[in-house]
């Protein structure tokens, strides 16, 4: 694991969140947090990037479950973890991904955190890795000479969704989502000449 | 690890104390009309000069520092021309100064790295500022229009033009275009374009594409945030009022 992770905290007390960032600091995940002292900003937060983990002091949302129901549609990839220093219902706290209880030890609070990293699905684990597959390597080939995903699919027989899931992969290993940027990215990776792309 | 030094702006703060804590406010202040030197006024002293709103101001200047501001009355139809000047003045920065200047840095830095893949690049941001140019001139051509049409309306409601119907959506799906082939071109030169001798001027390259993606996150944040439900409010007024 050595990706980025966004992390986004909602809680105001600086006790708290100092003393949660000294713990990700000192671990070895590698972590950008961004502190946002009330629930009012987080929609504003969110939409300006993505985030892999939301952890939130649960009496924000506690007031307004729905609303924290209708953040974790908007935004699925995003794992929800509740930072806990008093008693909650437990029946309440099944809204979350993750517990992080403050008498627990760093290690631990690491461990936990690593843990969920690990049940992001296959899909996004394949992705962490920034070698392409032999199957993203083809169809980026056929993508730089400028086929649609239709012809693509059809020369390597294969369905149009696969394609699609395969280019999915392919941006995010990359970085480049734009036809034009992968153009250039295997030419770069000397998967095509730069006689062979179309105009 | 992210943190904002920037400071709350409120409408007493001197303006060029807000610039010395964010010199990209320079940027704001220039689309309002307000230039420097601007000696030892207030935000709101410049405000009143420049008859804009102070609750305006600041809730686009705190934008820039990155924290939310809820402006103590409500913003209204009443405060629409301004944010349209803002923005077609940072349509014109865009299309005549930040682009253009971006194009000619990655001209030179091809000339100087003659790897034959550093020669799709000055085609890839053109075919790319073509597209923003085209975005920027529909919001000139037919959103800006319209809002102000609307405007026209709600402040004189006798006169009976119906103004063109459009589309919030497509709006957005434009801007997601423009960030992704932004973001596609920092990654090639921070991962992947091979290097010759071209150290500073990718550096400077890199560094004003973040700086032009920073004011694009700004500049949509204001069309989705602020003028948007203004848009729709004024909408919904006029209804009401047929």
């Known amino acids: 694991m050595n990706r980025m992770i966004n992390i986004v905290l909602v809680e105001s007390s600086s006790i708290l969140t100092e003393g949660l960032i000294g713990i990700l600091n000192k671990s070895e995940l590698k972590c950008q947090v961004t502190i946002c002292p009330s629930f009012d900003d987080l929609e504003q937060i969110l939409f300006r990037k993505k985030y892999d983990f939301l952890i939130v002091n649960p009496s924000f949302i506690l007031s307004n479950p729905k609303y924290f129901k209708t953040l974790k549609s908007q935004h699925n990839n995003l794992k929800t973890i509740g930072l806990i220093y008093s008693w909650y219902d437990p029946k309440n706290l099944y809204l979350f991904d993750g517990l992080i209880t403050i008498s627990e030890t760093p290690d631990i609070i690491i461990s936990n955190i690593k843990k969920l990293l690990e049940d992001t699905s296959e899909n996004d684990q394949n992705a962490l890795q920034e070698v392409l597959s032999n199957r993203e390597t083809d169809v980026l080939k056929l993508l730089a000479t400028g086929l649609a995903n239709k012809e693509i699919a059809d020369k390597l027989n294969i369905s149009t969704h696969t394609v699609i899931s395969h280019r999915k992969n392919i941006s995010q290993k990359t970085g480049i989502k734009s036809v034009s940027g992968l153009t250039i990215y295997a030419v770069v990776q000397k998967l095509v000449s730069i006689d062979s792309i179309s105009d | ?242």
Do not use: W
Request: net charge negative.
């Open chain 2, 1 to 242: 690890m992210f943190q904002t030094n920037n400071i709350y702006i409120t409408s007493d703060l001197k303006m060029s104390d807000i610039i010395f804590n964010n010199p990209y406010l320079l940027h704001l202040a220039e689309h309002f009309g307000m230039n420097v030197p601007v000696k030892d006024k207030s935000v709101k002293k410049l405000c009143e000069e420049n008859d804009l709103n102070p609750e305006l101001f600041l809730t686009f200047a705190n934008l820039y520092n990155g924290v939310k501001y809820t402006p103590k009355d409500p913003l209204t139809h009443h405060d629409i021309l301004n944010i349209i000047k803002y923005l077609k003045n940072n349509h014109k920065f865009y299309t005549d100064e930040i682009y253009p200047n971006i194009l000619r840095t990655i001209h030179q830095m091809a000339e100087i790295n003659d790897h034959k893949e550093m020669a799709l690049v000055p085609r890839f941001f053109l075919d790319y500022f073509n597209e923003v140019a085209e975005h920027l001139e529909y919001e000139n051509k037919v959103v800006h229009p319209y809002v102000l049409e609307l405007y026209e309306q709600r402040i004189n409601p006798t006169s009976t033009r119906k103004p063109q119907i459009y589309s919030a959506k497509e709006y957005q799906e434009h801007h997601s275009d423009i960030e992704d082939k932004l973001n596609d071109l920092k990654n090639l030169l921070i991962k992947y374009l091979p290097y010759k001798d071209d150290q500073i001027l990718r550096r400077k390259l890199i560094l004003k594409l973040f700086d032009l993606e920073n004011d694009l996150n700004i500049h949509s944040q204001i069309e989705e945030l602020i003028l948007i439900p203004l848009v729709s409010e004024m909408e919904s007024q006029l209804n009401k009022s047929k």
